[in-house]
């Protein structure tokens, strides 16, 4: 009956958001007087899951399962699933865990939830919060399934540590050819640069910018940040900058503790999609422009002035704190 | 090639979002609908193969008489046909339940939806109507290429990109990059008018399961004022973001 969560990892490394949803099963398992129990794919460090009140880890090491595959990990989840009672799972809300939720839902006739902010608000009916309205609003959504799949949001629940020991048992799971029949060719992932999904800051830049000639500034204040570069809806449409970098209702939404707007005016689909950012900042030389009334801290200016101005005194602050 | 393209009736993009009976239901009072974007882009990709590959392309809405004008945009686009199923959307499972259903009858080979909607969010239509099909499935897909029963498809996951080979049937959760921004088709009055004799056919929901209900909407909290800072001493930027915000 433990509380089952999907850890995700790249390359044998745990992603940070499978500390999150470990930290956010912890909590359900107490509220519920169960454990938490992980499943892991091809991972180096299982036992760490433990710092994150991970008591059990199924560990998967299979060769076939080295990529991502939707299918075949939800096989696997629901296997796992099965061999542990289990009757409530636990997930990000990743590219990957939207992916595979919904097959996992649907192979449990299980309620999916995603985009979860907070823990419970109770268990017994079982209800969540979740943003809703491309976070122009939330929903307190039921759950009355037998099983349930929770999706949590990025760096909404956040890291708790709740150290316990982590058992680390072998987990083979029975996949036939059907659970492959979606391939992955070709992965093609920026290395060694933060991403929107799981920057803790995001730097972001708009029509103001008057060109692509001019994102130089946006990407060193990101560098000096170590943060994300990210993009309004009008950049992206007019190919300054790639789709993926699109934030807003229709693009990514971001939930970074730290998102600089430089010349973005705030329209209210671009406000929808940064909306679970912690705090935000923008600079631009409107002092009218919408996203005033959306920021908490505001700079009515020349981005081509204020920008240079700002990564240097960062650097000097950087410096002093090193 | 049988196309099939599940649309969704939702609130403009610019459209404020309130609440109304003790905030339990969404406030449609003044709200103009659409369709759903990351449908429309799924929309306009199936156009493409309509007209370079000879596809039939049906539209499928699962919701109220409410939502034909939404449909009715669809066939002035140019999809061949419609399906109403006369149901209000109760959630993402009972919804992929009535699309199942929808699909069995009509012999797809390709079925486009958006990876999600923008008003309910749910994210789970597409991928759970493929597994109760037992049908290939890709999700955050932003490239297709189909060539005869083989499907090429490029997928957007955190920080980049994947090619995925995989075969009809098969269904897209689609988004922005299936087709560009520019791609996407205003109708013309041709368009409109051959709209109005096309095909909508409305058919009566299955029984269905509705694994999660939404009891109560809110809004996000009021926000405080904007602190400013002087563009001539943006070093007090820094600091605050270091001392009060605490985020740097």
């Keep these: ?322 | 090639m049988k196309i099939l393209v599940c649309i969704s009736n939702v609130p403009d993009t610019t459209s404020k979002i309130n609440f109304t009976e003790g905030d339990t239901q969404f406030d449609t009072n003044g709200v103009q609908f659409v369709i759903n974007p990351n449908d429309e882009f799924g929309l306009t990709r199936a156009m493409w193969f309509k007209e370079k590959q000879g596809a039939t392309v049906h539209v499928v809405n699962v919701g109220g008489a409410q939502t034909e004008p939404t449909i009715r945009k669809a066939l002035a686009i140019g999809a061949d046909a419609a399906i109403r199923v006369n149901a209000e959307p109760k959630d993402g499972f009972f919804v992929a339940q009535q699309l199942a259903e929808v699909v069995k009858n009509g012999d797809y080979d390709l079925i486009i939806a958006g990876r999600e909607s923008i008003d309910y969010n749910g994210g789970m239509v597409p991928g759970i109507l493929a597994t109760l099909l037992d049908m290939n499935f890709v999700n955050t897909c932003i490239g297709l290429e189909i060539d005869g029963d083989t499907a090429t498809a490029i997928r957007e996951i955190d920080g980049g990109k994947e090619t995925i080979s995989t075969s009809l049937p098969l269904v897209i959760g689609g988004q922005k990059g299936l087709v560009e921004e520019s791609d996407l088709r205003i109708p013309n009055m041709r368009g409109i008018m051959m709209a109005r004799k096309k095909a909508l056919n409305v058919v009566e929901p299955v029984d269905a399961e509705q694994p999660t209900q939404d009891q109560k909407f809110e809004k996000p909290a009021a926000k405080g004022p904007v602190k400013l800072v002087d563009a001539g001493n943006v070093g007090e930027l820094v600091e605050l973001l270091h001392n009060e915000a605490k985020v740097i």
């Design chain 1, 1 to 322: 009956m433990s509380v089952l969560v999907y850890t995700e990892s790249l390359k044998g490394k745990f992603k940070k958001n499978a500390f999150e949803v470990a930290s956010y099963a912890h909590k359900v398992a107490q509220d519920l007087g169960t454990t938490v129990t992980a499943v892991s794919f091809n991972a180096e460090d299982d036992a760490s899951l433990g710092t994150y009140g991970v008591s059990k880890v199924l560990k998967v090491s299979d060769d076939s399962l080295k990529t991502f595959n939707a299918k075949a990990y939800a096989d696997v989840l629901a296997q796992a699933a099965k061999a542990e009672d289990t009757k409530i799972i636990i997930l990000s809300s990743s590219a990957d865990s939207k992916f595979l939720a919904p097959i996992l839902a649907a192979k449990l006739t299980a309620g999916y939830v995603p985009n979860v902010v907070a823990a419970p608000e109770s268990t017994s009916p079982f209800v969540v919060k979740r943003t809703a309205f491309s976070n122009k609003g939330f929903a307190m959504t039921e759950i009355s399934s037998d099983t349930k799949i929770i999706g949590v949001s990025s760096n909404a629940f956040g890291l708790v540590e709740n150290s316990v020991s982590a058992a680390v048992e072998d987990f083979g799971p029975s996949l036939g050819d059907d659970a492959f029949s979606v391939k992955s060719v070709e992965v093609d992932r920026v290395v060694g640069k933060a991403t929107i999904a799981d920057a803790d800051i995001v730097v972001s830049g708009g029509r103001g910018l008057k060109g692509p000639e001019n994102w130089g500034m946006v990407e060193e204040l990101a560098d000096v940040l170590g943060a994300a570069t990210a993009c309004s809806k009008p950049v992206s449409d007019m190919g300054w900058r790639p789709h993926s970098e699109h934030v807003g209702q229709t693009g990514k939404p971001v939930a970074s503790n730290l998102y600089i707007a430089i010349g973005i005016s705030g329209a209210i689909q671009h406000l929808a999609g940064i909306n679970a950012s912690k705090v935000k900042v923008v600079i631009n030389n409107d002092p009218e422009a919408p996203f005033f009334k959306a920021a908490d801290y505001g700079i009515v200016g020349d981005a081509f002035e204020v920008v240079p101005e700002l990564i240097e005194k960062l650097k000097e602050f950087k410096a002093q704190n090193a």
